[in-house]
T-cell receptor, first 113, second 114 residues
Framework: QKEVEQNSGPLSVPEGAIASLNCTYSDRVSQSFFWYRQYSGKSPELIMS????GDKEDGRFTAQLNKASQYVSLLIRDSQPSDSATYLCAVDSSTDSWGKLQFGAGTQVVVTP | DGGITQSPKYLFRKEGQNVTLSCEQN?????MYWYRQDPGQGLRLIYYSQIVNDFQKGDIAEGYSVSREKKESFPLTVTSAQKNPTAFYLCASSFQGSSTDTQYFGPGTRLTVL
């Protein structure tokens, strides 16, 4: 069974600080990685996708991918109360070119004023 | 506005009943997906479809059925064979269904068995 592991949290972060979220995956051939944000009772919304080793920045968010170590992380800089949500890591788990995602259980982030 | 719609938002089912959840998209996406989310758990794939009139079982297809008669529509039926159907059901779509495509989600349907 292919697995995607995340710390469930809650991760408590002071407003203005950096939140660091980690995700490890078991399938060495995974090529596509996604971070979604999910507010309580709502559906997931995409924050960022990453496909190559290294960092990818988008505004206050930075995704980091290390395929050799099989982990992907998300940094949230200058955390705001509106960032309080559950963050889902999703990893491509398909054995062919079709897109099948395996999701982690999510990390709950709480930004405290 | 382009997007994915799901209806109803809340659904209550009695034991032994079949219910159908609607999912419609006007994004002109080829691929559509159904997921189930239980409290404290990640999303689990029920069924997916890359093209009209074709669909594949996901990881937890037992007790569910789908159809894909139109590109825009991918309804999910929760049958009485599904032993524990209370969950949050999410429909998603992606451009062509490739492994690099982003999946976009509808607002979800919360199903409760009475």
């Amino acid at each position: 069974q292919k697995e995607v592991e995340q710390n469930s949290g809650p991760l408590s972060v002071p407003e203005g600080a950096i939140a660091s979220l980690n995700c490890t995956y078991s399938d060495r051939v995974s090529q596509s990685f996604f971070w979604y944000r999910q507010y309580s009772g709502k559906s997931p919304e995409l924050i960022m996708s990453i496909y190559s080793n290294g960092d990818k920045e988008d505004g206050r968010f930075t995704a980091q991918l290390n395929k050799a170590s099989q982990y992907v992380s998300l940094l949230i800089r200058d955390s705001q109360p509106s960032d309080s949500a559950t963050y889902l890591c999703a990893v491509d788990s398909s054995t062919d070119s079709w897109g099948k995602l395996q999701f982690g259980a999510g990390t709950q982030v709480v930004v405290t004023p | 506005d382009g997007g994915i719609t799901q209806s109803p938002k809340y659904l209550f089912r009695k034991e032994g009943q079949n219910v159908t959840l609607s999912c419609e998209q006007n994004l002109n996406h080829d691929a559509m997906y159904w997921y189930r989310q239980d409290p404290g758990q990640g999303l689990r794939l029920i069924y997916y479809s890359q093209i009209v009139n074709d669909f594949q079982k996901g990881d937890i297809a037992e007790g569910y059925s789908v159809s894909r008669e139109k590109k825009e529509s991918f309804p999910l039926t929760v049958t009485s064979a599904q032993k524990n159907p209370t969950a949050f059901y999410l429909c998603a779509s992606s451009f062509q269904g490739s492994s690099t495509d982003t999946q976009y989600f509808g607002p979800g349907t919360r199903l409760t068995v009475l």
